[in-house]
């Protein structure tokens, strides 16, 4: 996957929302989300959209033949943590959330009846996000064992030292208030994180192979960002 600039990303995702018939849909969660863009948050539609973007590279070009499945693949990454607690309730609440939002979009919207033909694909999808990882949730097909690493993957991409530091730690704080502020806390934040990823499996070789390319680099990032 090539790194983008912020204008090559929206270029890309607009395409790719256009081939799929998702232009309408992503403008409505980008306007009706409950959780604005920000940097100093994580889950928000920009944390959505690169995971979508990041579902297209993981995905195999064979599996790309199915547009449903795709479909399917894209309505979920783009939907799957609206209005999220940001710690404040447990993933699972999080979840029903994102669940709550896509009924809402196919309740109002009939301009797209493969939503509703869909529905409960896009719904099982969605669920695979949820956190903690489960054995009644174990990844089946590609473009489930895509979306969980894709959602994994994106904060180790490049460039998320400021979202992960502030505003992932952020939403743990209530759950871990080891991880307030101070210095030494941050630095314990940065090692734990570390440890919490490599302890992750991820589901596709692909994925493994970047993680693997920016791990160092992500953990380098926060620590410049802390100090």
Request: with cysteine; net charge negative.
């Amino acid at each position: 996957m090539a790194l983008l600039t912020s204008v090559e990303f929206d270029v890309r995702l607009n395409e790719i929302c256009k081939q799929y018939g998702l232009t309408e849909y992503r403008e409505w969660i980008l306007a009706n989300n409950s959780v604005k863009n920000t940097t100093l948050l994580y889950h928000t539609s920009m944390h959505m959209d690169g995971v979508a973007l990041l579902c297209m590279d993981l995905l195999p070009e064979s599996a790309k033949e199915n547009r449903d499945e795709v479909f399917s693949l894209l309505a979920a990454a783009l939907i799957h943590d609206m209005d999220h607690s940001l710690g404040e309730f447990s993933d699972e609440v999080n979840i029903q959330n994102a669940l709550s939002a896509l009924r809402d979009w196919i309740w109002q919207s009939d301009s797209n009846p493969d939503f509703k033909r869909l529905e409960k694909e896009i719904e099982k999808l969605i669920l695979i996000t949820q956190f903690p990882y489960t054995e009644d949730r174990v990844p089946q097909t590609v473009y489930e064992k895509v979306l969980r690493d894709a959602d994994i993957l994106w904060g180790v991409m490049p460039g998320r030292a400021a979202t992960i530091v502030d505003g992932l730690r952020g939403e743990l704080v209530s759950a871990f208030p080891q991880y307030a502020f101070n210095d030494h806390r941050l630095l314990n934040f940065v090692y734990d994180r570390i440890d919490f990823l490599r302890s992750l499996v991820f589901c596709t070789e692909q994925a493994k192979r970047m993680f693997e390319r920016y791990v160092i680099q992500h953990k380098l990032e926060m620590l410049d960002y802390i100090n």
